[in-house]
């Protein structure tokens, strides 16, 4: 059973490009977040996607927009790169309760390593 | 903004000793998860407690969670030099839809 896969694992951008990460979730999940996390802090929720809308926002700008497909896979795109977005790029997937909402286990994939210069 | 805050924010010991990590949270939960992290690695679930557990155990991890008081804490047994790592928590509030709020994380080293 494959777990969370992302890709790339590293990649290398200049200010003003625009990138976009992938990731297919663990296998039985539909709910897939993504986090930032800059060096030596813990992750920052950046937005989740169920039933390919997006469904929660954390504090990022407009810069930074996703998308689910129907299979449940999930692309995050962030243009216009500020240095400052350098960062490991984390996908989240989770099974999403019908009547909790939450409260299952969430596993991440090994991240995206996004350098801007 | 980091709902957690983990305490110590480094701690070294010597293998086959105990280590103990706590957090803080600020909110309501279902749930809190703590994660293992290696440098620049992905984040491995190791434990999820529910707000309405006290405590849980998982091999050598061993996890208490004390709503009253908005804190958890995890303790590894018989550390290993293997169990070096960042270990953070992320608190899942109540009605935010499995969406985790992580603390800064504890940066263990354990020396062989």
């Known amino acids: 059973d494959a777990g969370v896969t992302q890709s790339p694992t590293h990649l290398i951008k200049t200010r003003g490009q625009q990138v976009t990460l992938r990731c297919s979730p663990k296998?039985?999940?539909?709910?897939v977040s993504w986090y930032q996390q800059a060096l030596g802090q813990g992750p920052q929720f950046i937005f989740q996607y169920y039933e390919e809308e997006e469904r929660q926002r954390g504090n990022f700008p407009d810069r930074f927009s996703g998308h689910q497909f129907p299979n449940y896979s999930s692309e995050l795109n962030v243009n216009a790169l500020l240095l400052g977005d350098s960062a490991l790029y984390l996908c989240?997937?989770?099974?999403?309760?019908?009547?909790?909402?939450?409260?299952?286990?969430?596993?991440f994939g090994e991240g995206s390593w996004l350098t801007v210069v | 903004s980091q709902q957690g805050e983990e305490d110590p924010q480094a701690l070294s010991i010597q293998e086959g000793e105990n280590a103990t990590m706590n957090c803080s949270y600020k909110t309501s939960i279902n749930n809190l998860q703590w994660y293992r992290q290696n440098s620049g690695r992905g984040l491995v679930h190791l434990i999820l407690i529910r707000s309405n557990e006290r405590e849980k155990h998982s091999g050598r991890l061993r996890v208490t969670l004390d709503t009253s008081k908005k804190s958890s804490s995890l303790l590894i047994t018989a550390s290993r030099a293997a169990d070096t790592a960042s270990y953070f928590c992320a608190t899942d509030a109540r009605n935010a839809g499995n969406m985790l709020t992580f603390g800064g994380g504890t940066r263990l080293m354990v020396k062989p």
């Open positions: 296998s039985g999940h539909d709910t």
């Open positions: 989240a997937s989770s099974y999403r309760d019908r009547v909790l909402y939450s409260g299952n286990t969430i596993y």
